[in-house]
């Protein structure tokens, strides 16, 4: 028997709430990709990890060893297929330890979690952010309500969205910056705990924007107001952030393409997390625009939203 697990990337917009004054951190805001997907096989066999990146390898195995135990379940071999670019803000770990923990409790562990959410938590992921389970079970549009301050579940999802087929994202990666956001995300909990707390007056307004300029909108199919309030929403998170990341965007090539991105009408653009990876969404892309854009140093693509989640397949029996 093999399972076979075929996992969506996703960009994050960002988190509403680091304040925290009414007993909630974060939340978070993104969009599950189409492309690039995360594709693995498992089957009986060594307890092993086969991928050409040592991220994979490394990441596959902590994750590997820890749902086998976890769950009490036979050795399994895994393969990376295809993979998701690891740490530039497409959600590639989160990815990789959910499609692992799937494909080995899917037919050869004597135990198996109760939900993703489980599944989630006993890998050590989700429970700062929910995008990426979420993005993994559902798909579409995510708004999840952060954690609370005195325990790490799941943070709960309050509003999921389907996005129609007519939207495209558009990807952009300014490969120059790559290698210095991977450092920068190696740091991320020094980062997180040297910040200030956000300010009331900044967390209200970015709540605000989300429960008054960003889920109305698209609750009426109104994505062209649902995307002004989300650029600006990014904008703004930025400034928050700009401490650790040395301006609102991660560096001047991610602001140059967004403002590329706004020029050419896309509806919203937006840094993904930490960066370089900037996305924009479009109705009917201009046709030359991923040629102009992708080029000497910018790796990009065009893809549809995942509004589906992971698709998991068993073939063959025992």
Known sequence: MRVRVSAPSHVHIGNPDMHGGVGRLYGTLGFTLEEPRLVIEAWRGERRVYSRS???????TMFLDKVLDEYNC???????????????GLGAT????????????SGFCKEAPGSIEELAISLGRGTVSGLGVYGFKHGGFIVDGGFRGDRRDVPPLI??????????????????HVERIRRLKSGEDRILDSMPRMS????????????MGVIPNIQEGEWRLAGEWITVFN???????????????????AEDLIGKLLSR????????????????????????LLTEIKG???????TSIDNRGAVIEVMGNG
Request: hydrophobic share 40%.
């Open 235 to 253: 904008r703004e998170l930025g400034r928050y952030w700009s401490r650790a990341q040395g301006g609102i965007y991660c560096c001047r090539d």
């Open 54 to 60: 040592p991220f994979y390898r490394e990441k596959g």
């Open 159 to 176: 509003y999921r969205a389907h996005v129609p087929a007519r939207y495209k994202m558009l990807v952009a990666v300014p490969l120059n």
């Open 296 to 302: 000497e140093g910018v790796d990009a693509w065009l």
């Open 265 to 288: 009408g896309a509806l919203l653009a937006c840094q993904s997390s930490w960066g370089p990876t900037v996305y924009g969404l479009f109705e009917d892309p201009p046709e030359s």
């Open 74 to 88: 036979e050795d399994v071999t895994v393969r990376v297929v295809k993979e998701i670019p690891w740490n530039i």
């Open 94 to 105: 989160t990815a990789l330890a959910l499609s692992i923990g799937v494909a080995a409790t």
């Open 200 to 211: 009331e007056d900044l967390a209200s307004k970015l709540s605000r924007i989300v429960l």
